[in-house]
């Protein structure tokens, strides 16, 4: 599974930005999102940003990788809040990853 980091733009450079997660500084690919402001929210995935994302979209993902990482390390975690947005239904795909419907015959 792949899995990104919610990242906020720290200082922006040509054609990437320097983001923070937690303590963590990394210089990431902005060529894909355009151009970011300082304070934006990026999705990133392998040194690359791949949307900007609403601040609380941003902690609602950081809950959740925080949820996880308590988990792995066996401590206990609220998963009910860290993934809320999954309580009570089947996670969907995209609608460019869904299957096209055959056309009746």
């Known amino acids: 599974m792949c899995i990104g980091i919610p990242m906020q733009v720290v200082e922006i450079g040509a054609g990437h930005a320097r983001c923070r997660s937690g303590a963590e500084i990394l210089s ?6 355009g151009d970011v402001a300082p304070g934006v929210w990026l999705m990133t995935f392998l040194g690359a940003a791949r949307e900007v994302m609403s601040p609380e979209a941003a902690q609602r993902s950081l809950a959740a ?15 009910d809040a860290a993934f809320a947005d999954l309580i009570g239904r089947e996670p969907q795909l995209p609608s460019h990853l869904r299957p096209t419907p055959e056309p009746e015959a």
């Open 28 to 33: 990431i690919d902005t060529s894909l999102v």
């Open 65 to 79: 990788l925080s949820a996880l990482e308590a988990v792995m390390r066996g401590q206990p975690a609220d998963l």
